[in-house]
């Protein structure tokens, strides 16, 4: 039977597809989610967190885009900390603790209250193709829904498959069923190819049972500081966390604990092979890192709270998928947890998922104009990866249903757009992580300066609305104000802005006039609130690094350079002479859509590139397009 028709159908209301769904939804697009269990929506599935290193940085993006997971965040916190603080604001990056059961219920309202955005609890089963084109879904109720575009944000669920030692049972993750129909759907009828990944997630247990006095107490920041950078009239009202000072406990495990898990390796799916998917490298189970780091004698593990009105602890950094007979005989080796009762067994997931040389960098699939993907389906871990994913694929899906061009992010202007080029340009063969260290320009990219790089894109493109750009707008008149002031007043012969260059980026501002190095009355005023303490630190970083900015500017004009020499779709790279057979076949594979793109390409050298433009240059000498 067929429904009403939309401008854009997402499968899965993960944290992909909801920023998917609400970012097609500003853009415009009328918009149906579709999901499993409208009750699991947004589910932390794994740790109860948002943020960290580079993570942290991708929600700030998110938000300066007019995103909704730094907002839901904040009123789901339950512990805040800013990590790296003893290192460059290059590498700062926030991270919440968050309440689960909070975060799912503020972001389920949202999504419920959103204009244009209609949800639907169900299993899509198949496509309905015309001349290579998706022009609906179906599900197994026999819906037959009409659409213009389609975003697949799938997560842990195609053809998952749980595993608790060497029992192993059919689930996208604990307690719900997996999408196996649409597994099948994109592989037969679709004609995708599909790869194997694997992840894990600690046990959980229960407080009443465990000795907190035998572990170190990690308390939560009091700090102004927060994800989300618009002020509070900007939000919805939504169900706000009990508390948001819960603490975090530190604990390390043994030797008994590592000498449980070689005892027992012939009862864990991975070491026997029962597991075919690949695991991530950055997030080893604890039976991975016995195995591989024999002379650690012990790992650190935190111990995490998993909301505020709840009396379970997530145990981050003990990941496996032994038996649960040996799960309890873990936990019992660790201090202060002898007497502790598990809640809820560890275990591994295996899933489906797309290798990304399918997908182009505006996370279209290429075999298809308006089919899109975002999250663990494309080979990425982690709520935030998704989310950054989710947005940019809703986005490009709402434009397609409009016939309006894409749009990419860049690895100069986004952590998002460092994470896409990643993996549409390198060999994806585990899940992938983000780091501070994936970027080049990571001092440009800080997660204090995200509106600053990608609001007005936002604006632009449709993203933000006119009232958060006006206010963004007033934040920037004043910084800029500010900051040419500090460069054109000048004492003892050198600009304002190179005496501060010494002060600690976090020196407060009611304690300016007694920190500057010249009289206070030359400073340019700035409100005491917010809007003032918020201009004045990033006056303090851009003081401290104005040098090393200036460098990473010409740095990345250098790329942009390069950015702007696009390569035609259909280039014939075997008519390029003198190509290695390495950079050949890396070049077929993966079609960069820039001289950039493909220098970044693994194998692909500097000579290639080389004879590349010289080829482009001639295409462009006889008229046709480069």
């Not at 449709?462 to 958060?468: A, F, H, T």
């Not at 201009?535 to 942009?560: F, T």
Request: net charge neutral.
């Amino acid at each position: 039977m067929m429904m009403k028709s939309y401008d854009v159908a997402v499968i899965g209301a993960g944290h992909a597809g909801c920023e998917a769904a609400m970012a097609a939804a500003r853009a415009g697009a009328t918009v149906l989610l579709v999901t499993l269990n409208l009750d699991h929506i947004a589910q932390m599935s794994c740790n109860p967190a948002i943020g960290g290193i580079a993570k942290g940085q991708v929600v700030r993006e998110i938000d300066a885009m007019g995103g909704v997971q730094g907002i839901v965040t904040d009123a789901a916190t339950i512990q805040f900390r800013m990590l790296n603080r003893t290192k460059g604001p290059a590498v700062w990056s926030p991270r919440s603790q968050c309440d689960k059961v909070n975060y799912q219920r503020g972001m389920k309202l949202w999504l419920e209250e959103m204009p244009n955005l209609d949800i639907l609890q169900a299993e899509v089963t198949g496509f309905l193709v015309e001349n290579e084109e998706i022009v609906g879904i179906e599900n197994q109720f026999g819906d037959r829904i009409s659409c213009r575009a389609v975003v697949l944000t799938t997560g842990t669920f195609l053809n998952g498959r749980l595993h608790y030692g060497l029992r192993n049972f059919p689930g996208g993750r604990a307690g719900d069923f997996p999408a196996g129909s649409l597994s099948g759907a994109l592989a037969g009828q679709l004609g995708l190819k599909l790869g194997r990944l694997k992840t894990g997630t600690p046990p959980r247990i229960l407080a009443k049972t465990i000795d907190f006095s035998a572990m170190q107490l990690q308390a939560a920041e009091q700090c102004e500081e927060q994800f989300s950078c618009w002020d509070p009239d900007l939000r919805p009202a939504l169900p706000e966390a009990a508390r948001h000072d819960l603490p975090c406990y530190q604990v390390y495990s043994t030797d008994a604990t590592a000498e449980i898990v070689r005892r027992n390796l012939q009862f864990s799916p991975m070491y026997q092979g029962v597991i075919k998917g690949i695991g991530t490298r950055y997030c080893p189970s604890f039976e991975d890192k016995v195995v591989r780091f024999p002379h650690h004698p012990r790992h650190l593990l935190f111990l995490e709270p998993e909301g505020a009105q709840t009396r379970e602890y997530y145990i981050n950094g003990i990941s496996t998928s032994l038996p649960p007979e040996v799960q309890r005989e873990m936990i019992h080796s660790v201090p202060g947890l002898e007497n502790a009762v598990i809640s809820r067994y560890a275990y591994a997931i295996e899933y489906d998922f797309l290798p990304p040389e399918q997908l182009e960098r505006t996370l279209r699939i290429k075999r298809y104009r308006n089919l899109f993907a975002a999250g663990q389906i494309n080979g990425t871990s982690g709520y935030e990866e998704a989310a950054g994913q989710g947005l940019l694929a809703g986005l490009n899906a709402a434009r397609t249903a409009a016939g309006r061009s894409l749009c990419e992010l860049g690895r100069d202007q986004s952590y998002i757009g460092v994470m896409i080029d990643d993996l549409t340009t390198k060999e994806i063969v585990e899940p992938y992580r983000l780091f501070t260290s994936r970027a080049e320009y990571r001092l440009v990219l800080r997660q204090d300066n995200a509106d600053l790089r990608l609001c007005e894109w936002a604006w632009r493109n449709n993203l933000l609305p006119q009232k958060k750009f006006d206010r963004f707008q007033e934040y920037r008149k004043l910084l800029t104000s500010t900051l040419c002031e500090l460069r054109e007043k000048r004492h003892a012969g050198k600009p304002l802005l190179v005496h501060l260059k010494d002060l600690e980026e976090n020196t407060p501002l009611e304690h300016a006039s007694e920190a500057i190095p010249f009289p206070a009355a030359m400073f340019p005023p700035l409100p005491d609130n917010r809007l003032g303490r918020r201009v004045w630190r990033e006056v303090l970083v851009e003081a401290r690094y104005d040098g090393y900015l200036q460098r990473e500017a010409a740095e990345i004009e250098k790329l942009r350079k390069l950015e702007n020499w696009p390569i035609p779709a259909d280039i014939d790279y075997g008519r390029i002479s003198g190509l290695g057979n390495e950079s050949r076949q890396k070049l077929e594979k993966i079609r960069p859509t820039t001289l950039a793109q493909a220098g970044r390409i693994d194998g692909v050298t500097p000579s290639d590139i080389a004879l590349l433009q010289v080829c482009l240059m001639r295409r462009a000498a006889k008229g046709e397009s480069r």
